[in-house]
């Protein structure tokens, strides 16, 4: 039986500021009803709540104490989050009403990786902060749950240490903040399709760390969006190796909908869902344990394209006696 990790507490509601990003903050929330409505009494038996946020020694498995320091200062953490008026409040307000809903979904993207290892398919309703870098925080992202999720599980050899590690990012924006993360991890194997025109686009590091990097703009079509991905996906998966995946983590970031304001790309929502469920398909029949994360999607459509995923996702996943 797949799992569903939630928790009211991912949602970031501070008297509207986080209505200062386009980032839907709430989106989270608004999935999660949609989802336990069609799931009803059933939603019980998917439903893993995190009992708490990520703690300081989470944190460390990635990122610096330096850096952990640094999101004291409210001017950086604004300038991390692209929300330039969070610069004016006390530190301690910015820590309770915005870091803390990330440092549960932190929590949440460790729980999930573990529900997934147990269960075979999970999806974190929130997470997926792939820009976040061990000493340094930028495009919303500002801890790399990740990273700490995968370092959790080496941490508690609930994978083996030498165990591969497939990550696939769908979202508009190229995962740089995961490329950082894993810069000279050789287990972890990275499949990336996203816009080459938009941030982080001066990050040619990173984008050399990809595996598989599918550079993609806004003219391309959803026929030819899917195209690419059947003619990348199953290749790259298959080049990871002979010993199995032990992990995948699955980015399925929905800023690539058409009028999404920061992914500039044109995907339909019917071929998001065709996506999602092309992506899952082809990891669970290889038979990888597999986590599903949010990531980007800021338009008020957002909430609904996840929750349709999801949906499909679970039932799919159900109906192959998960
Ligand atoms: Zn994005």
Redesign the pocket.
Request: no cysteine; charged share 20%.
């Given at each position: 039986m797949p799992r569903i990790v939630y928790s009211r507490h991912y949602n970031i509601g501070f008297y509207g500021l986080e209505r200062l990003h386009p980032f839907d903050s709430r989106k989270y929330g608004r999935a999660w009803r949609l989802i336990s409505r069609h799931f009803g009494s059933a939603i019980s038996q998917l439903h893993v709540q995190p009992r708490r946020a990520a703690s300081h020694e989470e944190l460390t498995l990635v990122h610096s104490d330096e850096y952990l320091t640094k999101l004291r200062d409210p001017k950086y953490v604004a300038g991390a989050l692209e929300v330039p008026p969070i610069r004016r409040l006390p530190s301690w307000a910015i820590d309770w009403h915005v870091l803390r809903p990330m440092r549960w979904a932190t929590r949440g993207t460790i729980l999930a990786a573990t529900e997934a290892l147990e269960h075979g398919f999970s999806v974190n309703l929130s997470g997926g902060y792939h820009h976040a870098k061990p000493n340094h925080g930028e495009g919303f992202s500002i801890y790399s749950d990740i990273g700490i999720a995968v370092a959790a599980l080496r941490n508690q050899e609930l994978i083996d240490e030498n165990a591969r590690v497939a990550y696939i990012d769908t979202?508009?924006?190229q995962g740089n903040g995961v490329c950082h993360t894993f810069m000279s991890d050789n287990r972890v194997f990275i499949f990336d399709i996203f816009n080459c025109r938009i941030y982080p686009i001066f990050d040619v590091d990173a984008r050399k760390r990809v595996d598989c990097d599918v550079g993609i703009t806004k003219s391309i079509t959803d026929a030819e969006y899917m195209r690419e991905l059947n003619d990348r996906l199953p290749g790259f998966l298959d080049s990871v190796g002979r010993s199995p995946i032990g992990l995948a983590i699955y980015n399925a970031?929905t800023?690539v909908f058409a009028g999404d304001p920061?992914?500039d790309l044109n995907i339909s929502a019917a071929t998001i869902r065709e996506r999602d469920l092309f992506v899952v398909g082809e990891l669970r029949k290889r038979g990888i344990p597999t986590i599903m994360v949010l990531?980007?999607g800021y338009t008020k459509q957002s909430y609904q394209l996840v929750a349709d995923s999801v949906i499909e996702l679970i039932e799919m996943e159900t109906a192959m006696g998960g």
């Open positions: 979202d508009a924006h970031g800023d920061l992914g990531s980007g």
